[in-house]
């Protein structure tokens, strides 16, 4: 089960009970896993970050700068956590 899981990581956890064992429930596949550390999910598209929106972004933080952590928890809603790196590939 971990073999099959570690060869390919895109696999989802149904995935690995079908060429495995199809009789195990996929929670149990997930829970064992889980013992050895390895935790699947299902990755998210990233969001496409144009100029527009980059520019629009840094207006917000830059007018928000001086909100203290309980006021982005209380005020805020955050939605698309994702690390944005801008110039990078495609």
Same mark, same amino acid.
């Not at 203290?68 to 790196?85: F, L, P, S, V």
């Given at each position: 089960m971990v073999e099959e899981a570690l060869k390919n990581r895109q696999n989802s956890y149904q995935d690995i009970a079908k060429k495995i064992a199809p009789d195990v429930s996929e929670k149990t596949i997930k829970r064992r896993l889980s013992k050895k550390n390895l935790k699947k999910w299902v990755a998210q598209e990233r969001a496409h970050l144009d100029e527009a929106l980059a520019e629009k972004r840094l207006k917000w933080?830059?007018?928000? #700068?001086? $909100?203290?952590?309980?006021? *982005?928890?209380?005020?805020?809603? $955050?939605?698309?956590?994702?690390?944005?790196? #801008? *110039?990078? *590939?495609?």
């Open positions: 933080a830059l007018a928000h #700068r001086n $909100w203290t952590k309980k006021m *982005g928890r209380t005020k805020a809603m $955050w939605g698309d956590e994702m690390t944005i790196e #801008r *110039g990078g *590939g495609e």
